[in-house]
Structure formats: C-alpha cells, structure tokens
Nanobody
Framework: QVQLVESGGGLVQPGGSLRLSCAASESIFRFNAIGWYRQAPGNQRELVALKPRTGSSIYADSVKGRFTISSDYLKSTVDLQMNNLRPEDTAVYLC?????????WGQGTQVTVSS
C-alpha cells in the first residue's frame, strides 16, 4: 500500500510563500503521475499541479506563474512551491499519485492565506 505524507502547510499572509512537501513510501518512478490537488470548504477537489512521468508539468490556470511543482527521485518527494499566495488559495492541499488502475491520496495539509 502506497503511503503519501504531506507537510509544510500553515497560515500565511497574502503575498507570502509556502512550500509543501509530499513524501512517498515508494519510489516515485513507479507512478504514472504525481501531483497536488486542493479542496476548499463547499468546493470540489481541483487539480493544482501535476508532474507526469514523462512530459511537462501541468498547472491550473489560477496558479500558473505563482506555483512550481518539483520532484526529488532520490528522496521520493514531490514539492509545491507557492508564491504570491492569495486568500482564494486557502484550502486543504492533498498529494496524489497515480498508477495504472490505482490512485493514492495523502491525508492533506491545511493552507490558510489571511491577513
């Protein structure tokens, strides 16, 4: 069973930065894709950034130019650098890993952007 553990959430003022990290219990080489989603109260879960095994990373339009996804294959981690945060970025951020026929989720980490 793949385990994904997120860290790095917290409270930040508008315009600030946070870096989220997701540690996988298995080599991330095994995944077809790994990325970050978020869910705010009353809203559907939405894709934030996705890093496929091959090809370019994918970002939601709302975070392009502000967020960057990166991975460390030796550490089996995938990070999300979030800059110029806005109140509408407030949500629970969840790490997701996809394999053929299977999808794995972390428990989520809260990000709150507020003055």
């Amino acid at each position: 069973q793949v385990q994904l553990v997120e860290s790095g959430g917290g409270l930040v003022q508008p315009g600030g930065s946070l870096r989220l990290s997701c540690a996988a219990s298995e080599s991330i080489f095994r995944f077809n894709a790994i990325g970050w989603y978020r869910q705010a109260p009353g809203n559907q879960r939405e894709l934030v950034a996705l890093k496929p095994r091959t090809g370019s990373s994918i970002y939601a339009d709302s975070v392009k130019g502000r967020f960057t996804i990166s991975s460390d294959y030796l550490k089996s981690t995938v990070d999300l650098q979030m800059n110029n945060l806005r109140p509408e970025d407030t949500a629970v951020y969840l790490c997701n890993a996809e394999m053929v026929g299977r999808s794995y989720w972390g428990q989520g980490t809260q990000v709150t952007v507020s003055s």
